[in-house]
């Protein structure tokens, strides 16, 4: 008798940037429930486990029937849809510009409750577990971006409102 392996999921449209691939479009599946925080389970639970219980991530391409799996060293960066979230949960907003390998700007917030005594850019960076850095390049987008691909960071005062906070 065959047994049903299926494991209850969301699924949750991302764009990804492989190494040496390129852009990827699709879907990657999430838990209802996440085992580091209140909620559902976010892409950036998933690439920032540690250690990680499978270097693989799964993807529905979007040109392809079958899932693929993609090694998350490999990933350059990964964006998706959320709102940020509100004022309330966060004690640290850090404008910044990230400058990657393959000559990439991207410009966003950081959105994070951090302890007071570790609420410096430099101090996120090098938070020790997580593997892929969080920002808002816009109120409703998240950019996770690998550290192993990040050349340069420097603190940025946009030209314009960007805020992803007010948008």
Sequence with gaps: MKKNLNIPKKKQDVKLW???EGIVMGTMFLGYESDFHPGEELPEDILNQSPPPSPFIVLQHRDYPSPRFYNKQAIVRLEYQRSA???ES???QLPIRLYLMDGSI?????LESLPTDHSRLFDY???HNDHFVRIFSTA???????KSYIVRVSHHEPEHNNNA???
Excluded: C, F, M, W
Aim: net charge negative; proline share 7%.
């Design 18 to 20: 492989v190494h040496p």
């Design 85 to 87: 979230p509100n004022r």
């Design 90 to 92: 966060i004690s640290v």
């Design 106 to 110: 991207i410009d966003g917030d950081v």
């Design 125 to 127: 960076l090098n938070h």
């Design 140 to 146: 409703e987008q998240v950019t996770l971006v690998n």
């Design 165 to 167: 906070l007010e948008s």
